[in-house]
């Protein structure tokens, strides 16, 4: 394992991943996704994960914050974002520094 990044998510939002190298898993629902990233965790650094399949996959993907690797990110899918990801940034630096300091709210 190194350096291998992949993407999990539906078809369209992950075709420009596909064009700049990134290994591509298409899932077309939540269910797909979580069997996918278990799947692959073990093969991958990165993963990168859409909003929209990650956010009913919430209480699955903290497991992931207590290994190393893979680190599991969320992106926007091609609908735009849900502020998911922003929701996970902001709860990780106040975990890790016990204050927000990137969003002040």
Avoid: H, W
Wanted: aromatic fraction near 8%; proline fraction near 5%.
């Amino acid at each position: 394992m190194t350096g291998k990044i992949a993407i999990i998510g539906d078809g369209d939002s992950i075709t420009v991943f596909k064009a700049v190298g990134v290994a591509t898993f298409p899932a077309e629902n939540d269910i797909k996704a979580k069997e996918l990233l278990r799947k692959i965790a073990k093969d991958y650094k990165i993963i990168f994960i859409t909003e929209e399949l990650a956010r009913p996959l919430g209480a699955f993907l903290k497991r992931f914050d207590e290994e190393p690797y893979p680190v599991v990110l969320t992106v926007p899918s091609g609908n735009g974002s849900t502020g998911l990801g922003e929701e996970l940034l902001k709860s990780a630096m106040e975990r890790a520094l016990g204050v927000d300091i990137l969003f002040n709210n």
